[in-house]
């Protein structure tokens, strides 16, 4: 024990030292965002035959700043977007559109939940593997690998590292499938 408290103030030492590191501007090390996400709900239905996925993302947001909300999403086909006040539960009449790979909601200024209705094939983040005379795998599966940025192919999200969290999947598979997700955790996208 006596020598991790010598580690501890042997660091306190150095630290007290050190020159103050001051925080990345806004902007700087992630892209600027408006609103804090909360909590991300996704209810979607795979079709790993088609190599789809289809269903809606619903974020729960707080504001941050001034502006709309952007999301990022490369090449989902965004169906609806439905807006709800937290204060009452009344859905928000607010326009929305796509420039690029984002999704813009221009969102009332307050807390609100977003959902978003979408389909999409994609290329990147969701990975569909089927048996085959040229493949490896003995059956079908499918996974998600999202780190860096490429969850935005398979749903609409904030898909930068400089938010967290809550997660819960709702994800439905043709029957005999297993779904394995990591919902109830607290984490970045």
Request: charged content about 20%; cysteine-free; glycine content about 8%.
């Amino acid at each position: 024990m006596t020598p991790s408290l010598l580690f501890l103030s042997a660091s306190l030492a150095y630290a007290a030292d050190a020159p103050l590191l001051q925080p990345d501007a806004r902007g700087e090390s992630a892209p600027d965002r408006n609103f804090d996400v909360q909590k991300l709900t996704l209810d979607v239905d795979l079709d790993p035959a088609g190599g789809q996925v289809s269903g809606t993302a619903r974020l729960d947001v707080v504001r941050l700043w001034p502006g709309p909300l952007v999301l990022d999403q490369v090449d989902l086909r965004i169906e609806d977007v439905v807006v709800w006040a937290a204060a009452d539960g009344a859905p928000a009449a607010v326009p929305w559109w796509t420039v690029g790979d984002e999704l813009v909601v221009d969102a009332p200024p307050a807390t609100v939940a977003v959902q978003v209705r979408y389909a999409a094939t994609p290329r990147n983040g969701m990975h569909f593997r089927v048996p085959g005379p040229t493949s490896l795998d003995p059956r079908a599966e499918v996974w998600t690998q999202g780190e860096g940025t490429d969850h935005r192919y398979w749903f609409p999200s904030w898909d930068h590292p400089n938010d967290r969290f809550i997660y819960e999947g709702r994800i439905r598979a043709p029957e005999g499938w297993t779904v394995l997700t990591n919902s109830g955790h607290d984490i970045v996208n």
